[in-house]
Nanobody, 124 residues
Framework: QVQLVESGGGLVQAGGSLRLSCAAS????????VGWFRQAPGKEREFVAG????????RYTDSVKGRFTISRNNANNTANLQMNNLKFEDTAVYYC?????????????????WGQGTQVTVYS
């Protein structure tokens, strides 16, 4: 069993930055793929970014490319999402998730464990 706890959300003006963190329990985190998803009010959950278990490979949804950076530190069981140049449409609850099979793509049904989410609100 893996428990995930997100932190770092908050209220930020458009153009600003936030850094989200995902802390994982358990000794197998380093073998899992990690994904960040978000869900805005009235919308479906969507994939934001994913990272391979080594951290070598990443992928992003088009709307965040060049603004968001996903990273991980397997030594301390954390994954991060650096978000720069935030836009109003980035407002959502952000979730991290892990995939025991090591996948890190956009299919949310592949992920085994999910955090409770952290709210990001961008105002203009």
């Amino acid at each position: 069993q893996v428990q995930l706890v997100e932190s770092g959300g908050g209220l930020v003006q458009a153009g600003g930055s936030l850094r989200l963190s995902c802390a994982a329990s358990g000794r197998t985190f380093s073998t899992y793929g990690v994904g960040w998803f978000r869900q805005a009010p009235g919308k479906e959950r969507e994939f934001v970014a994913g990272i391979s278990y080594t951290g070598r490979y990443t992928r992003y949804t088009d709307s965040v490319k060049g603004r968001f950076t996903i990273s991980r530190n397997n030594a301390n069981n954390t994954a991060n999402l650096q978000m720069n140049n935030l836009k109003f449409e980035d407002t959502a609850v952000y979730y991290c998730a892990t995939d025991r099979a090591g996948r890190y793509d956009g299919r949310s049904d592949q992920y085994d464990y999910w955090g409770q989410g952290t709210q990001v609100t961008v105002y203009s």
